[in-house]
């Protein structure tokens, strides 16, 4: 897409969504397109370190399933500190089912992903109408293209997959790493400041050149955050690098 990049208040007059208003609003307010991927088993470490990172970031993404000892008290607990620290809940669901199992798996089960998250991520490979079920409240996130080698989200899968996309209302924007239409968010995972790859095909880049060549909204760091000796120092450092690289690219 050539497309001009735009600022994050040139992006806020696009938004129709209330959760993509929020996220681009926090983002502003805060100084920072961070989102910080908390993909670790234990609901105490993830307390922990969204309490020491909170102020730093957009959003927490988690993956519940991997958390040994999710509760209800640990969501209760960690709303209340995205309320406080002002960030938003994101689920990494990665949704890729017909609409009727999507819906089950949405709103039941051990997790009961709508009751807490603000975002989900969401393949497009079951078609537009498996998109509906998550109804108008939740920001739907596609995955229109995956960061590991040898993904099969080509350029045809991905033109789809952002077509369905920006048809959908709910849907606030693609994880993808390459550009998008201006008026879907651009969320890139694969972010890193000092690996090229891990040994099990993630590929990453610096958030200098996923704003310089994709023009993305929010970066999203895993391990370069919840692995880091000082979490809070690697937050601060991701946060200005983010920050410095959209200035230096809108
Ligand atoms: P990392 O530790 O920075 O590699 O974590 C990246 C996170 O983003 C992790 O939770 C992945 O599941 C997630 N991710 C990704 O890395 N690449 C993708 O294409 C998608 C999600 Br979609």
């Not at 989900?120 to 995956?146: D, K, P, R, Y």
């Not at 090229?196 to 590929?203: C, L, M, T």
Request: charged share 25%; proline share 3%.
């Amino acid at each position: 897409f050539s497309v001009p990049r735009l600022t994050y208040e040139e992006k806020l007059k696009l938004q129709n969504h209330p959760i993509s208003k929020k996220l681009i609003e926090i983002a502003l307010s805060k100084k920072t397109n961070l989102i910080a991927s908390l993909d670790t088993y234990k609901s105490e470490e993830i307390l922990k370190l969204a309490d020491q990172i909170g102020d730093f970031i957009v959003a927490i993404k988690l993956h519940a399933d991997i958390i040994t000892d999710f509760s209800e008290n640990f969501v209760y607990e960690l709303k209340k500190i995205a309320a406080i620290k002002n960030f938003l809940l994101f689920e990494d669901r990665k949704f890729g089912d017909i609409g009727n199992t999507q819906q089950m798996q949405f709103n039941g089960g051990v997790y009961k992903i709508s009751d807490w998250a603000d975002l989900v991520t969401s393949h497009v490979i079951a078609g537009e109408e498996s998109l509906q079920v998550f109804g108008e409240e939740i920001g739907v996130v596609t995955i229109a293209e995956m960061s590991s080698k040898g993904t099969l989200t080509d350029e045809n899968y991905k033109s789809k997959a952002i077509n369905i996309s920006s048809k959908m209302s709910n849907v606030i924007g693609c994880v993808a790493q390459s550009k998008l239409p201006p008026s879907l968010l651009l969320f890139t995972p694969g972010v890193n400041l000092t690996e090229s790859e891990d040994s099990k095909g993630q590929q990453f880049n610096t958030p200098e050149k996923v704003f310089s060549d994709y023009h993305t909204d929010f970066i999203i760091v895993g391990r370069g955050i919840y692995r880091a000796k000082n979490p809070e120092q690697e937050a601060i450092r991701y946060k200005e690098e983010g920050w410095k690289a959209y200035l230096k690219n809108c």
